[in-house]
Structure formats: C-alpha cells, structure tokens
C-alpha cells in the first residue's frame, strides 16, 4: 500500500490543520519545505527514549532537508515523564538553541509525548507552533487530534494544561506495527467508544472487521482511524474549548474508567480502563432505559472478548472507586456528567447517575468478568 | 468623586470583557453576584503580601457576600516571585481547596501579580476564569490589559506564558494615592509610550496637564488611564496574539528597554527603562529622518525632567547592552523589528535599525543626561 489522505479540521468555519495519512514518513518533506520556505526555521524533534530509537533518525534526515537546524530533545519513556520538570528542560533546550516564536516543535510518540511536547509549545513564549507525529493508536485517534495539551502534576492526570492546536497531524500507519498488542489493545477502548458515542455504522464495521483490525490489516487500520478521526473532529469542531456540552460527549467511558485507572495506580492502561468504563457504562445505560439487553452485551462481547482486558482484583473497594468519580476535574461542582448511550451511536449527557447505579454497574462487570 | 466609567475589549468583533473605573472597590460587588447567579462557585484572590496587607480584606468582605467559598493565595512581594514555584504552590492551593473549571481567580496586584495569576489561570485545567483589579500604574495601562500572561524562566523575562483574557479589569484609582512615587513614575514610562505611539493629541494633553498627573488628582488620572487602555484596546483587538506587526508597535522604547533593564539586573524599575529606551528610539527616529530636532527635544524634556530617571552609570558596557536587544525574544530570528516614531502619534515598525544605530543612541543619552 502507499498513499495519501487528508481530513481537514477547522475553527470558526477555518481551517486550522490536516490530518495526513500514509504508511510513511516521506510526506513530511512536503511539509517541512512549506513550512520553512520563507525564512531559516529551526526545528525541534520531541520524543521518549523508545519511539527515538526507532524513528528519530529517519524524521532527522527528511527535516535536515529543510531546516537551517535540527535539534532533538529525548525522554525517558512512561508516564512519569509526563511531568512539568520535563517541560522545563525542554523549555532550557529551546532556550540554549536560541528557538524563537517561529521555530518548530514536532511531537514524535504517543500520548505522552504528545500532550507535554504540546503544552511545552503552548507556553514557550507564549506559543510557538508544533506539529504532531504520532506512533500509537490511542495518539492517532485520540490525543493528537483536537488541541488538548498538558502534564500531569502531583498525583493528578492532566492537571496542568492549555488548547493548543498542532499545524499538522501527520498518522504513519506503520508504526503501529511496532507497538505492543497490549498498547494497541489499549487503543481500541478509545475506537470502540467513538464509534458507540457517535456511529452505528461505524461500530457494525468494527464488528464485521474485527479480524482485519486485530491482524493491523493496512486498510483495516485506515479506515478504522480515519473514521475516529471523523468522530472527533465533528465535536472538537462544535465545542473547541470544551465549553459547550459537545465535547463532554467523548468522555464516555471515562468517568469510571479514570477512577479505576487512579484505584489502580495506573497500573492498567487508559485504554483498558476506558474500555471496561465502556461496558460499565453500558450497564447504566440499560439500567436508565436507554439500551436493550442485547445491545449491551453485544458491546460487551465486542469489547472483552477480543482486546484482553486486564482482570480486575476481587478484592477492589469499589465504595473508594466510585468516590474517585467525584474528584475527576470533568466533575462540574458536586454534579457529575455522566455520558451515557441512548441507543448504540447515540451519546447523551445525563446528571442523575447516582454513586449506587456506578457501584451496581461495577459489581455487574466483576460477576460477568 | 464617584464615578464610574467602563471600555469593552473585543476579540474578533465579539465583546470579551470591560475595563471599569471607579474610585472604589464597591462596583466588585455587581460583578460576583453576576458570576455566582447560577452556582456556588469559588473565588482565590491572589495577591503579594504588600498589596494583600492595604486591600485584602475589603476585597474578602466583598466576595463573601457572593461567593460560596473565599479563599486567598498571598506570596512574597517583588519580581523574584513571578516564576513556575509560585505558579505551582497556587496550583496546589487551588487543588487543595477544589477548584474546579468555572470557579474564578482574581488578581489583586500589580503587573507580578496579574501575569502569574493569569498565567496560573490559563494552565489550570486547561483554563479557568480570572479577573484583573490592578493596584499599580504600570498594571491599569499595559500588563492589565489584552491578554499576555506570564513568568520569568531562569533569567529570561516572561519566556514562559499564554494569551487568556480576563473576564473584567476593574480599575480603582484610589489605590494610586498608596503606590509608591518611583513606582508611579515608572508607570509613566508606558503612559507616554501610548501617547507617542498612536495619539499626538493625548500626548499634547500629557504635556499640558502634567501636574494634575504628578499630583494624582482623580480626574487626570481618570482620564490619563483612559486615553491609554483606549490605545491598547485598538492595539490588541486589531492583533490580539501577536500574529501580525500591529501589536508591535505597543514596544516602542522597549528593545533598549529591555537590554538596560536586563543590563542593571532589573535594579532599575521596567518602566523607567521604558522610558529611556523611548527616549532613544527617539534619536534614532531622528536619525532617520523621522522626527524633527525640535520634536525630540520635546519628547526628552518631557520625559527627564518629570519624572525622575534613574542615572546610568558611567562605566556602562554600551556593546553588551546592544548585544542584549538580539536576545530579546521579541527578535524575530536575526532581524531586529525596532519600533521608530514617524512623527510623534505614528509609530512604524523598521528592520534597518543598526547596532551602530542603538549605539549612538545610547552615546547620545548617556552626554545628555
């Protein structure tokens, strides 16, 4: 396979940057030439020890093509870097290199290195521009795409952060045939979840296809990014700045899934937790009315029989999870948004899902799992 | 007096907030009962331990007739605290006292106060509400107003920040009569700077009512603030990021500004530097062929012989003075764009300003003065 495609995303009716896929990175010359056609650019190349060892040197060579200069800036990889210590040396590199408004970052990895790599950008003199390469799944359908940036700080997940929109988001599909099935697996959660939030049709393909996506079949992985990206970028258009209820509508999934991941000590991946948020909150939804019996365990089936999903201890204090749920800085005041799906493909904002229908739904996924 | 008088600051043809004026706090009062309509939201008043111990606590009892929760973040006054540690002690004050994303910072402060907590406010879960109640000179005229927020970074002024509005900046001139007169004087330096760069009549006012200003009468200075917020509100509504060069006009004195200012290691105050450095730009104008004799004698006068200016000392390093203006991040790669006046009102931008130019001027100021 070798090709090209591209999704627009917009804001306020503009266009703002391209998602561009291939199954290389050679696109990225055509880029670097526009971008640094003017004046002698730098560049900054952002990315953990792992992913540099496997593509920093190819992307050097293409932007040493183009660029006055070229620098790296590596990490070690996980979590922890997630910090704003890394930010700081990223901030001193760029201060050494003498990198000014008009230089270039570009965020090489997942999304850890997306997120920090995009919030050292967002406040880098006040904002200098920076393009996302993403190498995992959960980057390529999720946090590369829709301006979010951040690090975590202290124990909490993102608490520290700004919308800044990358000026491409360039998807190699071929990196994904190095990422570890259990990180692929962790960014199915996010797939599943944008097509039950947003597109029936979508999540009858995923079914169909299942086998072409669990074999990283090229055109399987296309069209199942390609329409997350879709997913995505009609609510990141339609509420940018998480303002509205719109983007809210992506967190389903997530207000249990994030209280599990933080009972867990991050132990399971984002995407595992998501994926079990999923199904639980497909039991709320049921509970509520708003999905049959065979609705929800189609999506459970999905799910948990084709993504080995971690097992959680029958030892939980789930009393202690659930009240996690109140602590997540998407909680709103006391109130918690709790997404919930009134029919597969059809997310809906719901207020009154009380902290027993959360306990019910996870006491349900512990006797069925 | 009893007055009180607003300005809108648009973005984008869409009114974003007010800039009010009064001679009290008391117009506070309106403004949080309309934030906390709808919920018990939070208010953290951020302050320095100068201006907290005049006004903090007419601004607790004020809040506290509206707002659920009150709480206050009071840090060591002076610049050596504009930097990331306060930053993230104001993020755990914050987390501790659960803030969430519509609860509201005000900065009660001069410009330190106003760029950290504005800074804090557009990192803090992606960006929460603040408000500015500036309480210096320097702060009701420039740092105040359009948006810039901000920290220092290991030596480098404001090398770390973002673009988030206020919701409000309410301006209580009253707290004039406490700031102190090299501060006051110092908030000239930018006053004057708004006159040259885009209004020759307010500059003309300037000179014909300069004692009601240096005696603080309530009326110049209503109307001194006024006249410039009215320049910074063109300004920054025609160039609200810094994107196009409009908004560079609003450095006029500021290139060797900031090179004398970082030279003296900030023993000098940043508007007494400002207002040398428009001194100068002023020669150079000259030099140009931009402005007359006549006109920059003028310009000299008025601003050295009102309000006391900091002698340089003899045995000052010109060379690594005009070497410092290629580090200012304002320095668009190599190019230097040096603000010149096209006539006292007009200020252009020009790339053909020399380091033999700064030189001169510099020669020229330091046998003058």
């Not at 590369?144 to 202290?154: A, M």
């Not at 009315?289 to 459970?300: N, P, Y």
Request: charge should be negative; glycine fraction near 8%; charged fraction near 25%.
């Amino acid at each position: 396979m070798s090709f090209e495609r591209s999704l627009p995303i917009s804001f306020e009716g503009n266009k703002i940057y391209d998602i561009v896929y291939s199954d290389n990175f050679d696109g990225l010359d055509t880029y670097f030439k526009s971008y640094n056609a003017e004046n002698a650019r730098k560049l900054c190349i952002v990315s953990d020890s792992k992913v540099a060892s496997l593509y920093m040197d190819a992307i050097l060579d293409i932007a040493k093509k183009s660029f006055g200069k070229v620098v790296s800036y590596v990490f070690p990889e996980g979590e922890e870097s997630k910090n704003l210590d890394t930010v700081k040396n990223l901030y001193i590199k760029l201060i050494e290199e003498h990198f000014d408004r008009k230089d270039l970052l570009l965020a090489l990895g997942g999304g850890v290195t997306g997120d920090m790599c995009g919030y050292t950008a967002a406040t880098y003199l006040r904002g200098i521009n920076f393009i996302q390469v993403p190498t995992s799944l959960l980057a390529d359908v999720d946090s590369s795409i829709g301006g979010k940036t951040g690090v975590d700080f202290e124990q909490y997940k993102n608490m520290v952060g700004a919308f800044h929109m990358p000026r491409l988001v360039y998807i190699n599909l071929s990196t994904l045939k190095t990422l570890d099935t259990r990180q692929f697996y962790s960014g199915m959660g996010e797939v599943i979840k944008s097509a039950l939030i947003k597109d029936k049709d979508f999540y009858n393909e995923i079914k169909a296809g299942i086998k072409g996506i669990q074999e990283l079949s090229d055109e399987s992985l296309l069209d199942t990014i390609y329409k997350c990206n879709i997913v995505k970028k009609h609510v990141v258009e339609e509420d940018p700045h998480e303002t509205k209820g719109e983007r809210a509508l992506l967190n389903y999934g997530h207000t249990l899934g994030h209280a599990l991941e933080k009972y867990m000590n991050f132990s399971f991946l984002h995407g595992e937790c998501v994926s079990i948020g999923c199904i639980m909150a497909a039991y709320i939804s049921r509970d509520k009315g708003l999905l049959t019996d065979t609705e929800v365990s189609d999506i459970d089936v999905l799910i948990s029989d084709h993504f080995n999903l971690p097992s959680i201890p029958a030892d939980v204090n789930i009393d202690e999870i659930v009240s996690f749920t109140h602590n997540d800085k998407k909680a709103d005041g006391q109130t918690i948004k709790f997404i919930l799906l009134d029919g597969i493909g059809n997310a809906i904002i719901r207020t009154d899902v009380s902290d027993s229908d959360m306990k019910n739904a996870f006491l349900e996924y512990m006797n069925k799992h």
